[in-house]
């Protein structure tokens, strides 16, 4: 795990925590990121729908739902 140092507006981080229902900034932090990688990732999907052929499996849209 990385550490990093972020300067995130204290309103919008308690906003974030209360919502995420988390206790922790670090946890708020990754639940806010694993939402938006999941969004942007069915967005993607979306916008490939009917453009080619894709051969996925049920494994990989299990994956996909997971987050790998």
Not at 7 to 16: T, V
Not at 19 to 35: D, G
């Amino acid at each position: 795990m990385a550490k990093t140092l972020l300067d995130i507006e204290e309103e919008l981080l308690d906003e974030a925590r209360r919502l995420a229902k988390v206790r922790t900034k670090r946890e708020a932090v990754e639940v806010a990121l694993r939402e938006f990688v999941r969004r942007r990732r069915a967005d993607n999907l979306a916008q490939a729908a009917g453009k080619s052929t894709i051969r996925w499996t049920p494994a990989d849209i299990r994956g996909m739902r997971e987050g790998r």
